[in-house]
């Protein structure tokens, strides 16, 4: 017979919190009644709510894949990333023949980067995405997405040629950080990871501007707010505390600081959910109720705890960004970009986005919310060659 704990014991191990009727859950309850107001901001991996409190509806905004541009500036940020892809897979099987699933999949990505060079215009760009964000910024976008798309093609097109190409030593000198004169010779002038940054940069630009603007627009009271940054956001392993988790510094940020650090709490097994999939009223009431009794949960044991030990030294929680990412100097400043880079793909605490996440916030607020004014290193600086025109 399998070990079962003593049923007195069981008891009042559940009498303490592990029960619904519990003293912990009744403590939570009565928080939950005084806290009924106070306003509720929930993000997720794609989206962000707000539950402004006393049953009202809640308000939702959406800042990833079902957002204008997301995918599009997305697939440009992978495409030279997916060559590096593509020369860990010839290394890994050490096979060249014409059946070789490396092959296979840069002949399909290079049909890929035809019809995207095809589709990217500035009508797209300027009419059809028409983001904010990049307004004025249309033919620029543009000129890099052709740039970047035939440089591409050229390099998928010589490794098919010629495998040996496809190394990693050859990938650098010719693509992502060619030797001076080397990156001519190919037609790839401006390094792919300038590219990269830039078009991460891009991004998160859109993103910061358009939810910072909304959350403004929501006049929250950010002393009494409650954030909670709920369930995976990018990889299952990233995102899971306040440095490593850019929205929790985004909402510090766009609150001019007003929001305490210590009310953002990240739970990343919490449960989410997407505009795409939302729930019926019933269900966001329920979602409300679930996000507000985890928060205050988790709340009630700080409380407790400066109320019971007065006389010892506290926590104070202090913000960071990103994990000590390397500060960017200046608009040139190559070898902090590619080491943030290298830091976002190592490191599988960071999100893929803190490789510009804090640099954009912090540029975008110290440029009086003008995003026609943040420098972007790999892009207000390079001029790309201009792609033909329509």
Request: with cysteine; charged share 20%.
């Amino acid at each position: 017979m399998s070990y079962q704990p003593d049923p007195a014991f069981a008891g009042l191990f559940r009498a303490f919190t592990s029960d619904p009727q519990s003293i912990g859950a009744h403590l939570t309850g009565q928080m939950a009644a005084l806290a009924a107001s106070d306003p509720l901001v929930v993000s997720t991996g794609s989206d962000i709510v707000l539950f402004p409190g006393e049953g009202g509806a809640p308000r939702i905004e959406s800042f990833r894949k079902s957002t204008r541009g997301f995918i599009e500036l997305t697939a440009v940020s992978h495409l030279p990333l997916a060559l590096a892809y593509l020369a860990r897979m010839r290394e890994l099987a050490g096979d060249d023949s014409e059946g070789a699933h490396w092959r296979a999949d840069a002949q399909r990505l290079l049909g890929h980067v035809r019809a995207t060079r095809e589709a990217n215009s500035l009508a797209l760009w300027r009419d059809y995405v028409n983001v904010a964000s990049f307004a004025g910024y249309e033919q620029k976008i543009v000129d890099l997405v052709d740039y970047t798309c035939g440089a591409s093609a050229g390099m998928l097109e010589r490794v098919l040629r010629d495998p040996a190409q496809l190394s990693f030593d050859a990938l650098n000198a010719q693509f992502f950080a060619p030797r001076a004169g080397m990156g001519q010779v190919v037609g790839v002038g401006v390094p792919m990871n300038d590219v990269m940054f830039a078009t991460f940069g891009l991004a998160y630009l859109d993103i910061v501007y358009r939810i910072g603007n909304w959350l403004r627009e929501q006049r929250l009271d950010w002393n009494r707010a409650m954030a909670l940054v709920s369930g995976q956001s990018g990889r299952p392993t990233a995102g899971v505390t306040w440095a490593s988790n850019n929205m929790c510094y985004l909402l510090w940020r766009t609150s001019e600081r007003a929001l305490q650090p210590e009310r953002v709490l990240v739970a990343p097994h919490a449960p989410s959910f997407s505009v795409a999939q939302l729930p019926d009223e019933a269900g966001l009431a329920k979602l409300e109720r679930d996000y507000r009794l985890l928060w205050l949960n988790t709340r009630a044991s700080i409380d407790v705890a400066r109320a019971l030990f007065p006389n010892q030294a506290g926590y104070c929680f202090e913000p960071q960004t990103a994990d000590a990412m390397p500060p960017i100097t200046n608009l040139h400043d190559r070898t902090a970009t590619t080491a943030r880079l290298r830091r976002i793909m190592e490191d599988p605490a960071q999100l893929l986005s803190n490789c510009v996440a804090d640099y954009i916030v912090d540029q975008l607020h110290a440029n009086g919310n003008d995003p026609t004014r943040v420098p972007i290193p790999g892009f207000t600086d390079v001029e790309y060659p201009q792609a033909p025109r329509a």
